[in-house]
């Protein structure tokens, strides 16, 4: 079968991309988040016209390398847009083979429908330490997590945080009111130095915290690396990391005791494979960064079923649409309902989601397509 159509239907947050064959079988992806509409830019100039025509042999996918030819043919163009792009044809293509071979794609990269364990993971920083404190012990008790992660520092912050002190007092509220029997991860971004990093990082692990996330500017691999050898707890990151070489180096050169790839920053499930497998290799856990409600979060669950090197759990964010409005009517059903701390990878083709028909209703169209 061969790709006869290219469709984007974008706003500026979201963007969803659907392949079509000659033989009427089709998959729905995403490309990342945000800046979507310049991503669906991107998309029809530099990703689908090389994907128009492109066989797709109908037993195994077999467009990994296909996905690599782009890049070279595109190798002036090294960087997030490019792959937040092409993450759109990625995930419609695992999705147009789970659909025709009638399973999730899950299965399709060697793992199964199940259970899985979720994180309740905070994007606040403007939230006070009580008010934190106060709405994940609410979510522990309603939705069964047992383990959630918050925010210390600002966002690439040079050692200042959201306000005087926050960090201190967040980390020891929320822990004590959580308790011992839930784990307790936070995420720096990129806000500190290392020597704030370890002097903070001894205080997470007096008050129990196990997992420490971008400490330092997340481009300054000794930096990180510095921290991570001071410490106990686990240092993770790398969401932000998109190029092979960098995550080459950092598996290499153990920057991180856990790798967090994201799927919609590296250019799809394919790519992240390979980043989890190099990760392997060395021994490292991988615990993807999906930080938002939208298919990135499905296709982590798919593929967090099927690596051997699986972290401990998914990460799913806690925010709707009340602080996201644009997380609204993506989705029918509850894709991402939590039941006793867990989400479920369910038994239904491809990555197992409809968009709601509504969502279509406010976004741009655009089509690429054989003549
Ligand atoms: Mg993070």
Redesign the pocket.
């Known amino acids: 079968m061969k790709i006869i159509k290219l469709e984007t239907f974008t706003n500026k947050y979201v963007g969803f991309v659907k392949v079509t064959t000659n033989t009427n079988d089709f998959g729905w992806g995403q490309m990342s988040t945000y800046n979507a509409d310049i991503s669906a830019l991107i998309f029809h100039r530099q990703v689908a016209p090389w994907s128009l025509g492109l066989d797709l042999i109908e037993e195994k996918p077999n467009f990994s390398d296909h996905l690599q030819k782009i890049l070279e043919k595109e190798h002036k163009f090294p960087g997030s847009y490019l792959l937040r792009a092409l993450s759109g044809l990625d995930t419609a293509l695992w999705d147009l083979y789970g659909r025709f071979h009638e399973t999730p794609v899950a299965s399709l990269i060697g793992g199964s429908p199940q259970k899985i364990r979720a994180y309740g993971s905070s994007m606040r920083r403007d939230i006070t330490p009580k008010d934190e404190a106060e709405r994940l012990c609410k979510l522990r008790d309603s939705k069964g997590f047992s383990a959630f992660k918050f925010r210390v520092g600002s966002e690439c912050g040079r050692d200042l945080d959201e306000w005087e002190g926050r960090s201190e007092e967040i980390v020891k509220l929320v822990s004590s009111e959580l308790g011992n029997d839930v784990e307790k991860l936070v995420?720096g971004?990129s806000c500190f130095s290392p020597k704030r990093a370890i002097e903070l990082g001894k205080y997470l692990e007096d008050q129990g915290i196990s997992h420490f996330?971008?400490p330092c500017p997340y481009w300054e691999h000794n930096q990180t690396k510095e921290v991570k050898e001071a410490l106990l707890l686990d240092v993770a990151g790398g969401?932000q990391d998109c190029d092979m070489s960098t995550w080459k180096s950092t598996i290499e050169k153990q920057i991180v005791n856990i790798v967090?790839p994201d799927i919609m920053y590296m250019g799809g499930l394919s790519r992240t494979m390979d980043v989890a497998r190099m990760a392997y290799n060395e021994s490292l856990p991988c615990t993807p960064?999906a930080?938002n409600l939208s298919l990135v979060t499905i296709c982590t669950m798919h593929f967090l079923t099927a690596i051997p090197n699986a972290g401990k759990y998914l990460e799913l964010s806690i925010e709707d649409e009340t602080y996201y409005p644009w997380q609204k009517n993506l989705f029918l059903g509850s894709p991402f309902e939590v039941k006793d701390g867990m989400v479920e990878v369910k038994d239904i083709p491809g990555w197992g989601v409809d968009i709601d028909p509504k969502w279509f209703d406010n976004c741009d169209y655009n089509i690429t397509e054989l003549n």
């Open positions: 995420d971004n996330e971008e969401e967090q960064h930080a």
